[in-house]
């Protein structure tokens, strides 16, 4: 079956561009508006992979990335964030609140399928 | 996997500019004072997001000034730098330039490179100012959770933006500090660290495995006391241990202090960032953290450029974490695609719909009207089934019609802006309320209504409200107030524009309008009198200012919402303030009307304009000279139009007084519709005439009856007008 990666990010363009893609390459895709959303779609869906933006309203990818880890569930799923920049400090604060990797923003269709390919390909 | 990446422009479009709506309402909403970190937090994140997705689509110049914005952002919201307002005016100039290179990207218009480099500069400038960071150092803080118990965390002591701002301390000293941090809780750490940072160049010498004492290297052109000073209220003085040394030159490099705590232990989440993991990532644009859960075993190997041994701990989370990913694969529930709460979709689309619905409202009614010829009791399935197709096809059609609705506040919204810069370049002091934002209207109407109510604004800002000497001269307060008011009332919404300005001037304008040759009179009402204002060719501003006054734009405005079908009104006195109120159909699809008869014609009225319908007394009606008729309405003579002659029919009644006449009023007018009868109140689809068939004098519309046949929709006002002039 294939697998499901959710995607959170605030941005819908970005949103349909990362889900437009994993779609094309057999994934199934989870889309959640920002933390909050993305911490209910993932208490009610097996992921296998999160693919988080940073700065969001309401929750960051960092307090989303803390929450999740506490879970059994999600300790143990591969969670990449995205940086805008390739930032050591948010790169050293996501890794604290357990990352699993980065990928730097802006990244092309490619770029995301290596990445998530070597995770869970 | 090639992906055409063009496709998802519009809606990157779409998403960037309602950004930049945001970010621009939570600018002027910012009290330079005490700016509410919410509203920082939220502008950074709008112009973090447009840079996001112009980088991923490849806009490199929105990349550019969002990079700058975001720079100059991050250090307001982090407290580094103190909000000014020449900060503020720059990020609304930075947004315009933003919304200009959008609009360049789409296909429309050009954006002016020089005036983002302008930008640019500027804003380079504001961030690089570091006046400010030195002194939001608070070296008298008093910590009072000292008792707290010592919980290891992770303290970022590192961040990019403090390199730049103490690169020019090179010339200063430089302390090795060490102190013992076994009784100072989380926050009191953190709290001392930023403060550090704040006094210069921080850089952490502890070595990893030591727990519970810090060693630090602080460049600073602070003196020694001041290090002390900072440092003692916080630690313990008898550990606490300040040592001056020369100069080192040591990179700018900021090394990150990582205690492991217990709990971050057990997932493997951390483990020494190394250096070597951050320089994998700027070569490939991606990384993963040696240690973290779920990496893959290869990648940890070949990539971070990490020995294994180092990390003995996480080795069986890997393993342990793909079994639990097979396990997943197994029991990946159907999740739906999208699960997003809204969707975009075309506005042709949504017409589409609409106008079907209207083909089935109108297919409704021709079924109810052959029905009705069947006997109620012997059809009585036939009636009620007919009452609930009634039904439900007028809910279809109002939750179809909801979709083009939007809250006024999208117009709205924009006039903060308009205000503030206007009020700066005239020198007044202006507070601009909105009341009602979240009345609803079509889509449509939102657009069309933007340039005239904006007009309507900046001619109030101009015209009405007095510069604050002339206000506090006449017992008002200094600053005025612009109210932009939305409500419904009926099936119309009213939308107002008052000012609590000079007022009109009467005899001002009565006097120009004599001047400019128009056919006036001092018996005039005062509703006609503003009415003037309206005129192409009138203004009577002293002074032509770039703003307004040219003359041109009123009698715009007026046209523009004639064309909506709405109508303008305004009240003022003089020295008090003017109000202008727009009043407009709720939708352009849909109208109320009253249907009329004439021959064997049917029309249909425009419900607002209708005052009243009447059967007058034969001695009522008058005849001016030859020239036409006109009828006593409670004293007063208003001129009949008989609609068989303008539309030249026969009708089945041909005297006034056995027939019914329509009262309607518009633009401060009445007039007398002479029509054979009345029929009823109907909710009519307007059909353009002019894409179907040509313009008709006269008639605003068409629309399709029940029985199949057209009706014209009358165009009231211009019927109106034209008895006006008649008489004239």
């Known amino acids: 079956m294939a697998k499901t990666i959710l995607a959170v990010d605030d941005s819908a363009s970005i949103r349909q561009m990362v889900t437009f893609t994993l779609k094309g390459a057999g994934y199934e895709v989870i889309e959640a508006v920002d933390g909050q959303d993305a911490f209910d779609k993932a208490s009610h869906h097996q992921i296998n992979l999160i693919l988080t933006d940073i700065n969001m309203p309401r929750m960051d990818g960092l307090k989303l990335l803390e929450l999740l880890r506490k879970l059994a569930q999600y300790k143990n799923i591969p969670i990449l964030i995205l940086t805008t920049e390739s930032s050591d400090e948010i790169k050293a604060k996501g890794r604290a609140a357990g990352a699993t990797g980065w990928l730097v923003k802006p990244f092309d269709p490619k770029r995301l399928l290596e990445v998530i390919g070597k995770v869970i390909g | 996997m090639s992906t055409d990446l063009e496709q998802f422009y519009e809606i990157f479009f779409e998403e960037s500019s309602e950004l930049l709506a945001d970010m621009e309402a939570c600018l002027l909403r910012l009290d330079v004072n005490s700016p509410d970190l919410e509203d920082l937090n939220a502008i950074f994140r709008a112009a973090h997001s447009i840079k996001g997705g112009a980088g991923t689509f490849g806009f490199t110049d929105m990349t550019e000034m969002t990079h700058m914005l975001e720079t100059l952002l991050d250090r307001l919201r982090k407290g580094e730098l ?35 480099e302008a930008i640019c500069e500027e804003l380079k400038r504001l961030s690089e100012d570091t006046q400010e960071a030195a002194s939001i150092v608070d070296t008298k803080t008093v910590f009072s959770d000292t008792k707290a118990k010592p919980v290891s965390q992770e303290i970022d002591v590192g961040s990019g933006v403090d390199k ?132 893959p075993k290869n990648i940890e190997d070949s990539e971070t450029g990490l020995d294994q041994a180092q990390l003995p701990n996480t080795c069986s989370n890997k393993n342990e974490s793909q079994v639990t990913n097979k396990s997943f694969g197994k029991t990946n529930a159907a999740a739906s695609a999208s699960e997003t709460s809204s969707i975009r979709v075309s506005i042709e689309k949504v017409d589409q719909m609409i106008n079907l619905v209207g083909e089935l409202v109108i297919t409704q009614a021709m079924l109810a009207q052959t029905a009705s010829q069947y006997d109620p009791v012997l059809f009585e399935k036939l009636y009620s089934g007919m009452s609930q197709l009634e039904r439900n096809t007028r809910d279809l059609q109002e939750s179809v019609m909801s979709i083009r609705m939007m809250p006024i506040s999208f117009v709205f919204s924009r006039y903060p802006r308009v205000v503030r810069d206007l009020a700066a370049k005239l020198n007044k002091r202006v507070e601009l309320r909105t009341v009602g934002e979240n009345t609803e209207l079509d889509k449509g109407l939102i657009e069309k209504i933007a340039d005239p109510l904006t007009h309507l604004v900046r001619n109030s800002l101009d015209h009405g409200v007095e510069v604050a000497e002339k206000r506090m001269a006449a017992g008002k307060p200094a600053q005025g107030t612009i109210t932009l008011r939305a409500f419904h009332q009926g099936g119309s919404i009213v939308i107002e524009v008052s000012d609590d300005g000079a007022g009109l001037n009467r005899g001002k304008i009565l006097a120009k309008a004599k001047e400019r040759g128009f056919p006036v009179h001092d018996a005039m009402t005062d509703q006609e009198v503003w009415l003037l204002i309206f005129e192409a060719g009138f203004s009577t501003a002293d002074q032509v200012t770039d703003v307004s006054g040219r003359g041109v734009g009123m009698d715009v405005v007026k046209r523009n919402i004639q064309s909506m079908g709405g109508r303008i009104d305004i009240e003022s006195t003089f020295g008090s303030g003017t109000r202008i109120s727009i009043r407009l159909p709720l939708t352009l699809a849909i109208l109320d009307g009253l249907s009329v008869v004439v021959g064997d014609q049917m029309f249909i009225v425009p419900l607002n304009y209708i005052t009243e319908s009447l059967q007058p007394a034969a001695t009522d009606i008058k005849t001016v000279s030859g020239q036409g008729r006109v009828v006593q309405v409670r004293g007063e003579y208003l001129p009949v139009i008989a609609l068989h002659e303008f539309f030249n029919l026969r009708p089945s009644v041909t005297e006034i007084h056995k027939g019914i006449l329509v009262i309607l009023e518009a633009e401060g007018h009445k007039a007398a519709l002479f029509v054979d009868d009345l029929v009823g109140q109907h909710q009519v689809v307007i059909k353009s005439l002019e894409s179907n068939y040509r313009r008709v004098q006269g008639a605003s519309g068409a629309t399709i009856m029940g029985d199949g ?20």
């Open chain 2, 709 to 728: 046949k057209v009706a014209l929709i009358l165009d009231a006002a211009a019927l109106v007008m034209a008895s006006q002039q008649e008489l004239v």
């Open chain 2, 82 to 116: 103190e909000v000014r307002s020449e900060m503020v005016d720059a990020f609304l100039k930075a947004g315009d330039v933003i919304k200009a290179q959008l609009d360049g990207h789409r296909g429309e218009g050009q954006a002016d490179p020089t005036v983002a």
């Open chain 2, 164 to 295: 730049v701002s103490h690169e020019n301390i090179a010339a200063g000293l430089s302390f090795i500090i060490e102190f013992s941090s076994t009784d100072l809780s989380s926050t009191a750490l953190e709290n001392l660290f930023s403060n550090l940072k704040g006094l210069g160049n921080l850089e952490n010498l502890t070595p990893v495995n030591v727990e519970g004492r810090y060693k630090l290297a602080l460049t600073t052109s602070s003196s020694e006391e001041d290090v002390w000073e900072t440092l003692a209220f916080v630690v313990d003085p008898a550990s606490l241990k300040i040592e001056a040394t020369t100069i080192d030159n040591t990179p700018a490099k900021v090394a990150e202090i990582e205690i492991l705590s217990e709990s971050i232990h057990d997932t493997g989440a951390l483990a020494e960032v190394d250096e070597l993991t951050c320089e994998a990532s700027s070569v490939s644009g991606y990384g993963f953290f040696p240690g973290a859960p779920a990496v």
